[in-house]
């Protein structure tokens, strides 16, 4: 997916977002999210479409040294998916206005603009999921936005330990973990190394991997951001099941 794409799917998503939560009890507990309810999800995730317009429209080049925004919140959480729209609009006037590859400082690998339109997607959509999980309905997730978040996700998360802290024990002597789409020919083959870890490209790619975890690109994804179990007759798990087991333990985003 290209930047334009990922604009377009960051409308629809919070359309889906704002379409599932309004009207619903504000206080439904999302399971998802331990601790959170329907309006802290909302609130969430509009506090984060405002900050990413912030940084959007600032073109910031360093990490900046405090998170405040007028958020402009309601008084009343029923008011929240309609706070979200609003908000979400603003975000898309800013992000029609920044070219996507101008240079911005991010927390991940990719320091242009584009990376924080991305991330705004798969933030939004993931809490879309949660929010509809909370309610007891089947996320729909389109197959190519999947794999574009899986690789999103993926490609980030090395850079991810000042907020997850978990992933500085991704480390091994030179292990492997596949993720493996059955609904397509995509997959993605992650070295764990003494020093580190992240995606293997190139010819590298066919390697055999260690252990491997099998499913859909939409489960997979929710896989990643930990909304399904891997032990469910969702998933295929091959291989070395202490390394995926290390896996997901550590890589809690």
């Not at 619903?24 to 959170?36: I, K, L, N």
Request: charged fraction near 20%.
């Amino acid at each position: 997916m290209n930047p334009a794409q990922h604009a377009t799917a960051v409308a629809a998503e919070t359309a889906g977002f704002v379409a599932t939560v309004k009207g619903a009890d504000p206080a439904t507990p999302v399971p998802s999210c331990p601790g959170w309810t329907l309006a802290d999800l909302t609130r969430h995730t509009g506090s984060v479409h405002r900050w990413f317009g912030v940084l959007l429209s600032r073109r910031i080049q360093h990490p900046p040294t405090s998170r405040e925004v007028d958020l402009h919140l309601p008084e009343q959480p029923d008011e929240y998916p309609d706070w979200l729209a609003a908000g979400a609009a603003e975000a898309a006037r800013v992000i029609a206005a920044t070219d996507p590859d101008a240079p911005m400082w991010a927390w991940g690998l990719d320091q242009h603009a584009r990376f924080w339109v991305r991330r705004m997607l798969f933030e939004t959509l993931v809490h879309r999921a949660d929010a509809e999980l909370a309610l007891g309905i089947s996320p729909h997730i389109d197959r190519a936005l999947a794999v574009d978040g899986i690789d999103e996700f993926l490609t980030n998360l090395p850079f991810a330990s000042f907020f997850a802290p978990g992933t500085a024990e991704l480390r091994g002597p030179h292990r492997t973990v596949r993720f493996d789409c059955t609904d397509g020919d995509d997959d993605w083959l992650i070295h764990l190394r003494p020093d580190g870890f992240g995606p293997v490209t190139g010819d590298e790619r066919s390697r055999t991997a260690g252990a491997t975890v099998r499913g859909t690109a939409a489960n997979l994804l929710l896989l990643l951001y930990g909304r399904l179990d891997r032990n469910s007759d969702t998933f295929q798990l091959l291989g070395d099941q202490d390394l995926i087991a290390h896996w997901f333990t550590h890589s809690a985003f």
